[in-house]
Structures are given as structure tokens and as C-alpha cells.
């Protein structure tokens, strides 16, 4: 029963966030409240967290809340990868470290969105606020890793 509950204020959660430009968990809180659930600040935290919800720039509003990548969370049923772009600035190579920079608030998303694309030439990244450090397998040259980033994550084709 619990688990029942659970997920389907995890579904509302995506279905709120998907269709609203949330800034705060207190306003996520807030609807789901309406929705009918009794939920705390630190359930909601919880099933923030699981559910790997990130937060993006949005202009003067700062940052709201969006949903990772499909491909990796087949239940979800947003995709918010064409706001990769935006913040993206550009790369650079040097033996086997790949920095990306981008705008501020864009780092942690742009590196989620290689982590879970599964790229065998990259081993991790880490993300700061507008920059990505990311570990490259050996021998992996600068236009190979733009080859591969480009079919792995399409939005960036035009963009590196």
C-alpha cells in the first residue's frame, strides 16, 4: 500500500514538473498537497533525489525543475535534452581530459546527460556550476569524442 502511494505521488511529481515552470519545493509541495497526498518537505527531497530531478536555468526566474533524459528513464515521459544546448559553450581536449564549458547552472545537467548516454570513450565527468571535467579513455582524439557526442546526444551535432 505505501509503495502504491509512493509511486504515484512519484507520478504526479512527473507530471507536475513536466508541465510547470517550478522554482521551488515549496510550490512543488504546494500541488501535491491539491493533488490529495500528504507529503513532507523531506519525503518530497527523497523522490526528488530518486527520481534524479535536476534543476536548469531559466532566465531572470533562475532555476526550475526538469526531468533527466528519457533514454535511460524509459517511465518518464518528459525529455528536456533541448535545453542542453542553451547553456553549452564549448569543449576542449588534452590528452585524455575533456573540458566543457558552459553557462552557469548548465554543468551538472550537460554531464548527466553523457553519463547516461552511456559513451564507452568517457569514463566520468564531474561538474562544477559551468564546467565539466571528463576522463576520456586512452588514445581518444578530439574528433572522435565530437563524432561521439554528436551521435550519442543529437542536440549537440550543430553545437561542437
Keep these: 500500500m ?8 512519484q507520478e504526479v511529481i512527473v507530471r507536475l514538473i513536466s508541465g510547470s515552470n517550478l522554482t521551488s519545493q515549496d510550490a512543488l509541495l504546494g500541488l501535491i498537497r491539491r493533488e490529495g497526498f500528504e507529503c513532507t518537505q523531506a519525503t518530497l527531497s527523497r523522490d526528488l533525489h530518486e527520481l534524479r530531478v535536476v534543476r536548469i536555468p531559466a532566465g531572470n526566474r533562475g532555476y526550475i525543475y526538469a526531468m533527466p533524459p528519457e533514454e535511460k528513464n524509459p517511465a518518464r515521459k518528459v525529455n528536456t535534452k533541448a535545453h542542453l544546448t542553451d ?3 564549448g569543449l576542449h581536449v588534452s590528452g585524455n581530459m575533456l573540458v566543457i564549458n ?17 559513451i564507452p ?12 571535467m571528463a576522463v576520456l579513455k586512452e588514445n581518444v582524439t578530439k574528433d572522435q569524442i565530437i563524432t561521439v557526442l554528436g551521435k550519442s546526444i543529437p542536440v549537440f551535432r550543430n553545437k561542437i
Design 2 to 9: 505505501q509503495n502504491d502511494n509512493k509511486k504515484r505521488r
Design 121 to 132: 570513450a568517457v569514463l566520468g565527468t564531474i561538474a562544477g556550476d559551468d564546467t565539466i
Design 102 to 118: 558552459t553557462l552557469p547552472g548548465y554543468a551538472s545537467r550537460i554531464a548527466l546527460a553523457i553519463d547516461q548516454a552511456g
Design 87 to 89: 547553456g553549452f559553450l
